[in-house]
């Protein structure tokens, strides 16, 4: 990944969103309603992300942030990229519906950092939240990890770089709730010597609004980059360590990450994904956990080549 090849992405990426905005509101101008054809399939919500952290220097920032929230068993449109229903019921063993919790693309460009599978089982005439799953990517190689969790509470080994200010150690607590009018998620890094020095978190309320899907979502991947980016250069002026991409050095690191926790671990096949790594744990009910890491690697133009 060279300075070049970056440079020439994101000149690639200013043009094409410039274009397609401009494409957009001339759209919008000559027919500004919404899109009927989502009806009850797609939630919209707004709210706040917030990061801080504690050590070895202190940073914190809050942002406004949109998602949606996709019924993945009667999607309006196909989801790029992602777990279908029944491949997400299969790896969490529930029988229910499976929604898709992400920030959609904009204008030809496409980051959503973090983005939760909620599965569910039927009860009665009521549905359960049962387990989710977790996709998170790292900036800005785009490579990402999917995990199960329990939603009311779990830790899980740290398995994959997401940020060049954190090193591989430590493990990840999560917590979210069954969205409704409301939402959060939670997910805190538990670090062998700094404790819970990191926690990232994303309140919001469901909302009904006129404007389209894809104007309600203008920019908003491109916003999420920008802080994220800015804030990695405030990080760099507070002198925070930063620590390279570990494969360079070890191309065994994400199993090895895993095999912290689980020791002895096995290795299978993993359909689409190019590595699937599997194992058991306790939860703090001492509940046996399956646990199934699958790692993505993004193709052009964030490659190692």
Not at 58 to 85: H, V
Not at 148 to 176: A, C, H, Q, T
Not at 277 to 286: K, L, P, V, W
Request: net charge positive; with cysteine; glycine share 4%.
């Amino acid at each position: 990944m060279t300075p070049l090849l970056v440079l020439c992405y994101l000149i690639y990426t200013i043009f094409t969103s410039i274009i397609l905005s401009i494409r957009l509101a001339l759209r919008r101008r000559r027919c500004a309603v919404p899109s009927k054809e989502m009806g009850n399939v797609v939630a919209l919500y707004e709210g706040t992300v917030y990061h801080g952290r504690r050590h070895p220097a202190r940073n914190s920032f809050r942002f406004p942030a949109r998602y949606e929230l996709i019924d993945l068993d009667r999607p309006p449109y196909s989801p790029q990229g992602f777990l279908t229903a029944d491949y997400a019921r299969k790896a969490t063993c529930t029988t229910g519906p499976v929604l898709l919790l992400r920030i959609p693309p904009s204008v030809g460009y496409e980051r959503s950092p973090v983005n939760i599978y909620y599965c569910y089982d039927i009860e009665g005439s009521s549905r359960i939240l049962k387990k989710c799953m977790v996709e998170a990517s790292n900036t800005p190689w785009g490579q990402s990890v999917t995990f199960v969790f329990n939603p009311s509470f779990d830790s899980v080994p740290k398995s994959e770089y997401i940020s060049p200010f954190m090193d591989m150690l430590g493990n990840w607590r999560l917590k979210v709730n069954d969205p409704g009018e409301t939402l959060y998620a939670i997910i805190s890094v538990q670090h062998p010597e700094f404790g819970n020095y990191f926690t990232a978190s994303f309140t919001a309320k469901r909302i009904a609004t006129k404007l389209d899907h894809e104007s309600f979502f203008w920019l908003m991947p491109h916003k999420v980059s920008l802080m994220a980016y800015w804030n990695a250069l405030k990080l760099w002026w507070k002198n925070v360590p930063f620590y390279d991409h570990p494969i360079k050095e070890n191309p065994f690191y994400r199993e090895e990450a895993v095999s912290r926790v689980f020791g002895k671990t096995m290795m299978q096949s993993c359909g689409a994904f190019q590595t699937n790594i599997c194992g058991a744990n306790n939860n703090q009910e001492d509940q046996k956990i399956d646990r199934c890491f699958i790692w993505k690697d993004i193709k052009w133009p964030w490659s190692w080549c």
